[in-house]
């Protein structure tokens, strides 16, 4: 099934999605992600439907997009809300009829995917301000999850915690234990605006510039 991701930046939607993809029957094909938001309209296009040689002037030979990259596994579009109302119909017939026209192409493109998408935004709050097509929408919605934030679930802390010194004691060759008292109880009292994203920053950070091997 189709899932959206709803979750403040820094939550962990894409490490949600490599999750499903790798619990489903799909986990042997490849996992695609790419993030609306960061590429150009004019570029996005390209990069998911792909063109044929000589769609456009410097087309010298075909290139198959994220679509056709993602045949049999999973395609993940990140902060799909950025999606332009142009791609967003043509996004639309992917969903509905597993099919694509490429860039310069005159006949339709068959794809077997799963698409999981994340956004920050309330989709059906920008569906009745006109900025995302209801249509697609409800092809989104079929299954919802949302992902708390970092704040909501604090229980996970000393977990994470535990995770992330691990990995930066490694990647920085130091012995590095764990963390004080009085920073534990730091850590806890702080209600993390950036969620994972910033514990991790700041770990990172706090692993870089220890001098023992207890964090304080």
């Keep these: 099934s189709t899932v959206c991701l709803y979750g403040e930046s820094g939550t962990g939607k894409e490490l949600i999605a490599r999750a499903l993809h790798v619990a489903s029957r799909r986990a ?5 992600p790419i993030n609306c938001g960061a590429i150009p309209e004019g ?8 063109h044929t040689k000589g769609a456009y002037t410097g087309a010298d030979r075909t290139h198959p997009g994220l679509l056709l990259q993602a ?5 993940f579009l990140d902060e799909i809300s950025e999606l332009p109302q142009s791609l967003q119909v043509k996004f639309l017939r992917v969903l509905q009829e597993r099919e694509f026209y490429p860039l310069g192409a005159g006949q339709p493109v068959k794809v077997d995917l799963r698409l999981v998408a994340a956004t920050n935004q309330d989709l059906a709050r ?5 900025k995302f097509r209801e249509d697609l929408y409800y092809r989104l919605a079929m299954v919802e999850l949302r992902t708390p934030s970092l704040a909501e679930r604090k229980e996970d802390l000393p977990l994470l915690e535990k ?3 691990g990995r930066f004691s490694s990647q920085f060759n130091k012995e590095i234990h764990g963390l004080t008292r009085r920073a534990q109880i730091a850590l806890a009292r702080h209600n993390w605006p950036g969620n994972i994203r910033e514990l991790e920053n700041a770990l990172g950070h706090a692993c870089m ?7 304080d």
Excluded: H, K, R
Excluded at 126 to 130: A, D, P, W
């Design 43 to 50: 570029l996005l296009e390209n990069e998911l439907f792909g």
């Design 71 to 75: 045949e049999g596994g999973t395609l």
């Design 28 to 32: 042997n094909g490849p996992f695609v």
């Design 163 to 165: 995770f992330l010194i």
């Design 209 to 215: 510039m220890a001098l023992g091997d207890t964090i």
């Design 126 to 130: 920008l569906v009745t301000e006109g």
